[in-house]
């Protein structure tokens, strides 16, 4: 008899201390050929047909077994439907209890970069920095800094009256952007000084070297800026920014106050740092992570970065107007196991996600009831985002690969 095609889903419930293990056979079950077993390990989950084994994987907790092998029960509905769960409960609580330490939540913050450090383009390891050239990291502060501010603050600084006696408004305003107040203000990067956010190395473009620019990601790149930008359409804020070897996209360039270089974490390597390179995956699901926690909304827009996307409303390549990813974070710190696998198995975050109409996004933000939150990436990062979301959604058994009109996905978390 042929061998069943079996996919297997663990996931680890510190809550309730258990492991929940999911089974889909693909059709019918027969009890007397397919059999599961946890072996004496209390780690590996197996499952044997025809004596046989079908699919081995280990389980992202260990659990509770006897010193030998556990049976589990295959019986009832799941013989006809094909589709298995178990619930088993975890061998101590440490084995329960691991810890998502908030120091884990940044990859590459600025106390992980050395002073003095070589940056480079983590592909061809062409230098973009040179050492010696960054003598400080400081990390930025949360996204909605300047709101912050203004909400916080009863009294403002400098709201001077004149000789006439009114307030001066139009240079009151510009003394209090100087000083963070509203949103006009904003923070530029400043000589051998690195700022640091969840995403991005934020340097003064002088202190990179050979990046190439454009106006567009289709435009051919060239190095020298200023003539690009004299040529770019007047709505432009923002080149998109190149390794002059291997042309791989770094990160881009912003136009506001100084022109600063904002390089992707994922794209870069730094020398001597205390923890490994970060992946785009972690650092988007770290953008996710924070904005939960800063503004106590778990759903998101992912929209393009502004600078890089002056015209709303697009249309795809086939005509249609184009579609914006939603995210709904359901859980920031599980562990999970599946097989068969292509996406590495361990902490990750469980998220919901669909696509909308971007008119139907942009009026989301609009509203004053809103629950959604907007996050800015890269459009190369928004699909390469999407297409690992796809390859997570495979993971999973069929009978739970969708909720309503979202599909359920898994992007791994940053661990030190």
């Known amino acids: 008899?042929?061998?069943?095609?079996?996919?297997?889903?663990?996931?680890?419930?510190?809550?309730?201390?258990?492991?929940?293990?999911?089974?889909?056979?693909?059709?019918?079950?027969?009890?007397?050929?397919?059999?599961?077993?946890?072996?004496?390990?209390?780690?590996?989950?197996?499952?044997?047909?025809?004596?046989?084994?079908?699919?081995?994987?280990?389980?992202?907790?260990?659990?509770?077994?006897?010193?030998?092998?556990?049976?589990?029960?295959?019986?009832?509905?799941?013989?006809?439907?094909?589709?298995?769960?178990?619930?088993?409960?975890?061998?101590?609580?440490?084995?329960?209890?691991?810890?998502?330490?908030?120091?884990?939540?940044?990859?590459?913050?600025?106390?992980?970069?050395?002073?003095?450090?070589?940056?480079?383009?983590?592909?061809?390891?062409?230098?973009?920095?040179?050492?010696?050239?960054?003598?400080?990291?400081?990390?930025?502060?949360?996204?909605?800094?300047?709101?912050?501010?203004?909400?916080?603050?009863?009294?403002?600084?400098?709201?001077?009256?004149?000789?006439?006696?009114?307030?001066?408004?139009?240079?009151?305003?510009?003394?209090?952007?100087?000083?963070?107040?509203?949103?006009n203000s904003g923070f530029s990067a400043a000589e051998n000084v690195g700022l640091v956010d969840l995403t991005t190395l934020l340097l003064l473009a002088d202190d990179c070297q050979q990046l190439l620019f454009s106006s567009s990601s289709v435009d051919m790149a060239s190095s020298d800026r200023e003539t690009i930008l004299s040529s770019a359409p007047a709505n432009v804020r923002g080149l998109h920014a190149y390794c002059p070897s291997c042309r791989v996209q770094l990160g881009y360039l912003t136009l506001r106050r100084q022109q600063s270089v904002h390089l992707f974490k994922w794209q870069v390597s730094v020398t001597g740092t205390c923890s490994s390179p970060p992946s785009m995956a972690e650092c988007v699901g770290a953008t996710l992570i924070s904005t939960v926690q800063r503004t106590g909304s778990s759903k998101s827009l992912v929209l393009p970065i502004h600078e890089l996307d002056c015209v709303s409303g697009r249309v795809d390549a086939s005509g249609k107007e184009e579609k914006v990813l939603q995210v709904w974070v359901l859980n920031s710190t599980i562990k999970f196991a599946a097989w068969p696998t292509v996406m590495a198995a361990g902490a990750a975050i469980k998220l919901l996600y669909r696509f909308v109409p971007r008119k139907d996004a942009e009026k989301m933000l609009d509203s004053l009831n809103s629950d959604v939150q907007e996050i800015s990436l890269p459009r190369e990062t928004i699909v390469a985002m999407t297409d690992l979301l796809e390859i997570s959604n495979g993971l999973l058994p069929p009978s739970v690969r969708l909720f309503q009109e979202w599909k359920v996905g898994l992007l791994p978390r940053w661990k030190r």
């Open 1 to 183: 008899m042929a061998m069943p095609s079996v996919q297997l889903y663990a996931e680890l419930l510190a809550n309730i201390r258990q492991v929940s293990v999911l089974a889909s056979f693909g059709g019918p079950v027969d009890a007397t050929r397919t059999t599961a077993v946890v072996l004496s390990d209390g780690q590996t989950l197996r499952i044997h047909h025809n004596g046989q084994t079908a699919a081995t994987m280990t389980l992202p907790g260990r659990v509770a077994v006897a010193g030998h092998d556990k049976s589990l029960p295959i019986a009832g509905a799941a013989l006809a439907s094909g589709d298995v769960t178990w619930r088993l409960p975890v061998a101590t609580i440490n084995d329960a209890g691991e810890k998502f330490a908030d120091d884990s939540l940044a990859p590459w913050s600025a106390p992980d970069l050395p002073a003095n450090a070589k940056i480079a383009c983590r592909a061809c390891d062409t230098e973009i920095v040179a050492a010696g050239k960054i003598h400080s990291w400081k990390d930025l502060p949360s996204d909605n800094w300047a709101e912050m501010m203004e909400f916080w603050h009863c009294h403002k600084p400098d709201t001077k009256k004149s000789d006439t006696g009114e307030v001066d408004k139009i240079n009151a305003q510009d003394r209090l952007a100087d000083r963070g107040y509203g949103a």
